[in-house]
């Protein structure tokens, strides 16, 4: 599979606040990581370097005055200015360079995009994209521009009928279902954490979608504690099945990794083992043309090695367990451990044990989304037509 990874060293010189609990110290970390394991090459495993997108390009998923007001969100102004925007608060605050970083991102996108567009790469994975939570004209959820949204109208406009969303971030992908709420050409599915207990406190069964888009917003809410077998049951009982009747032109997804037990934004209990299935599955269900986007994930020891092992299975190349001497070395230099402290040895984790009585109430709960989703909505997706 010919694959390409969206890089630039100038993902983690942007820093949100001091104290923001998203670090893009782990983009970096990420990229060496999969460089120690030897992942990349010129030809089929190819980096490639990160370019901003245009104002044109953020056009195809927000307005005008949103765009104008991220760019020029630095000059003085009122705070409720501001505020009308979802700009200045504190998952969104608004650092130096916040405009040109987040076109960054975007533009890193844009790039995976056409890479797979062309058919130059099956596959394409942008470890800064994953912006989900931001809406057409407000910042949310640590997200400006909402990359996979921009991304999604690109397809859409350059004549790809079908294109289907699958997220499997902790948190809600809110800001592309709603962006999407209204149209039959772009399935959205989500799987994440319960928004009774989790941001953005959306998601839920009975969110399918609107006029032509009704049935065509899927969403999974999963209880606190869920684990790698819960998540894996949500994911095939709904994912597959709604794929193969979709029959995207496109697989876009969001593999964020705060699902992850010790990440201290969610309160899921997924591991490596569930994570990597998950991913397996992704590029058995591709279309051929896939678009990878990072996502959450905000304990610095689960990122890189969750998206290092991600990227190891689209190029199907299977990994050593211990983890390279450079990496463990860089943990200490980006300060992820301290100098005295035992680095972490192994790439995998253990398996998360759930004791059975909660395993067997998290899927009695379960089950009753998985079955409103196969008898309500599964209705509504019209398969693809045949071409004969």
Known sequence: MKTAFIYSDEFEQFIYTPDHPLKPARFKLAYELAKAYGLFGPFHHRVIKAKP????????????????????????RPEWDLLMYGLGTKDTPLPAHIYDWSRLSVGASMQAAKLVESGEAEVAFNVAGGQHHAFRNRASGFCY??????????????????????????HHGDGVQQIFYRT??????????????????????REIGEEEGTGYSVNVPLLAGSDDDVFWYAFNEVVPPLLDMFQPDVLITQIGVDTFCSDPLAKLNVTT?????IIEE???LSPGKWVALGGGGYNQL???????LAWAIMCGVGLPNHLPRHYQKLLKKYQIIGENDEPPQELRDLRYRT???TKIHFLIELEKTVSYIKTHQMQQVRPRASSS
């Open 302 to 308: 689960n990122v890189p090695r969750a998206w290092t």
């Open 282 to 284: 992704f590029k058995r």
């Open 145 to 170: 521009f909402n990359d996979a949204a921009v991304i999604i109208q690109w397809f859409l406009n350059n004549g790809y009928e079908r294109i289907a969303y699958v997220d499997i971030d902790a």
């Open 184 to 205: 039959d050409r772009v399935l959205t599915i989500s799987l994440h954490e319960t928004g009774f207990s989790a941001f953005p406190g959306t998601g839920f069964e």
């Open 355 to 357: 004791d059975l009585a």
């Open 273 to 277: 083992h569930g994570y990597c299935r």
């Open 53 to 76: 997108c245009t104002v044109e390009d953020l056009l195809l998923a927000h307005s005008v005055e949103y765009v104008e007001a991220v760019e020029h969100a630095a000059d003085p």
